[in-house]
């Protein structure tokens, strides 16, 4: 069988017999993909799944890949991506491929939750079934909602900072890096300031990284230079975390400021390690991967599928940073 990246095809050795009564084989020939070179149904009627990617220059989108390609290559699936890199009309545009594809299931990591609609709501009414992963998409056209619950976690994180503030006997003065262009780090950041204000914190300031690494790094170091007695930063995804990271050690501010964010690297590892950073909520990308592709051939063989699929988090901490470390080398 064959994995597709938006019109390239990539081997994959696995056959594997499909659960649901199918055999795995080998994707038809033609190129095919999101980029609309070829319609139809697969001709050996494999399972065909469309996966619709924010970008694939963060670590965490590329770990959900990886999950959702081995799902497919076990289930005997065929499984195509398409990399949006972080246009939002880019992703309306494949999932309107992948239906015209004649695709059985589009699992979809949107952008822009409200944009998205139309494009899920026609692949509805085509009979394609819609798994929304990470960012809540908030309509009847998704079949499943796999994910993270964002504004729990960024409770989770504010009062994991509520007890680093009791036990350092600190008044916590709390400077926010942000991707404000991003619905899911919108929901981290108002989660947690809440969180923190309620227990008689200060935000002092949020600035937007813009989703990027060079903009988080930027702003946080804006940040850091406005803020001179602010003594946390929370940054509310991976891009903000690694900006975040860059700035502290380029300003030399770790002596003066604790750092809290999403999403590990090695670089947020290395910071567990020196001391400065505190706490990293990490979610588990490859599950969540794994669990929408295992829920789009579920529904492709009629079964009935919760319609939330939760993936928990954990507050990764020097106590708990070891296992992480073979993945983040």
């Known amino acids: 069988m064959r994995y597709r990246y938006a019109g390239r095809v990539v081997a994959a050795s696995l056959t ?11 994707s038809r020939e033609g190129e095919g993909g999101a980029d609309g070179a070829e319609s139809g149904g697969s001709a050996d009627g494999q399972v065909r799944i469309g996966l619709v990617q924010i970008n694939q220059q963060a670590i965490f989108f590329n770990q959900m890949n990886e999950g959702a390609q081995e799902a497919a290559a076990a289930a005997g699936a065929e499984l195509t991506l398409f990399n949006a890199n972080d246009d939002p009309v880019q992703q309306n545009q494949a999932v309107s491929n992948f239906v015209q594809q004649g695709y059985d299931a589009v699992i979809v990591v949107a952008i822009d939750v409200e944009g998205i609609k139309p494009a899920i709501q026609a692949a509805d009414q085509a009979g394609v079934d819609v798994i929304a992963v990470d960012a809540i998409i908030d309509d009847p056209a998704v079949s499943v909602q796999v994910g993270v619950d964002n504004a729990a976690a960024g409770e989770q994180i504010g009062e994991f900072v509520n007890s680093y503030a009791d036990e350092q006997d600190i008044d916590p003065t709390i400077g926010v890096v942000g991707a404000l262009n991003s619905y899911i780090q919108n929901l981290r950041k108002d989660s947690f300031a809440d969180t923190v204000q309620a227990a008689g914190a200060e935000v002092v300031q949020t600035v937007d990284g813009e989703n990027t690494q060079e903009g988080a790094a930027t702003a946080a170091e804006n940040l850091l230079t406005a803020q001179q007695d602010m003594n946390i ?32 690297t090695s670089q947020a590892i290395d910071g567990i390690d020196a001391g400065y950073v505190a706490g990293v909520v990490q979610q588990d990308p490859r599950t969540e991967g794994v669990e929408a592709v295992d829920a789009a051939v579920a529904l492709a063989a009629g079964e009935q599928v919760d319609e939330r699929i939760d993936v928990p988090v954990t507050i990764v901490t020097r106590d708990n940073v070891d296992p992480y470390r073979e993945i983040f080398q």
């Not at 659960?19 to 084989?25: D, H, N, R, S």
């Open 233 to 264: 930063i929370y940054a509310t995804g991976e891009p903000a975390l690694l900006g975040t990271v860059a700035a502290v050690q380029s300003q030399g501010a770790q002596d003066r400021v604790t750092v809290f964010g999403w999403d590990l």
């Open 16 to 26: 594997v017999a499909l659960g649901v009564g199918l055999t795995a084989g080998c």
